[in-house]
Nanobody, 124 residues
Framework: QVQLVESGGGLVQAGGSLRLSCAAS????????MGWFRQAPGKEREFAAV????????DYADSVKGRFTISRDNAKNTVYLQMNNLKPEDTAVYYC?????????????????WGQGTQVTVSS
């Protein structure tokens, strides 16, 4: 089992930045592909970013490409999401998730472990 705890959410004005962190425990962190997903009120959970086990491979949703950066520190069992130039449409609960796999995927159904989420609110 993997336990995931997100932090770093909050209220920010449009154009601002936030850095989310997700601390993992329980299993070997570097065995897992890590993803960030988000869910806005009344909408389905959607993919935001994913990073490979070693950190060399990343992928982003088109809606966040060029503004968000995913990274990980396997020594600290932590994955990050740096969010710049935030927009009101980025408002959502952000979740980190872990998938025991060699292949990065963007489908939330493939992820076995989820954090509790952290709220990000962007005001206009």
């Amino acid at each position: 089992q993997v336990q995931l705890v997100e932090s770093g959410g909050g209220l920010v004005q449009a154009g601002g930045s936030l850095r989310l962190s997700c601390a993992a425990s329980g299993r070997t962190f570097s065995d897992f592909v890590m993803g960030w997903f988000r869910q806005a009120p009344g909408k389905e959970r959607e993919f935001a970013a994913v990073i490979s086990r070693g950190g060399a491979g990343v992928d982003y949703a088109d809606s966040v490409k060029g503004r968000f950066t995913i990274s990980r520190d396997n020594a600290k069992n932590t994955v990050y999401l740096q969010m710049n130039n935030l927009k009101p449409e980025d408002t959502a609960v952000y979740y980190c998730a872990a998938e025991w796999s060699r292949v990065m995927t963007t489908d939330p159904k493939n992820y076995e472990h989820w954090g509790q989420g952290t709220q990000v609110t962007v005001s206009s």
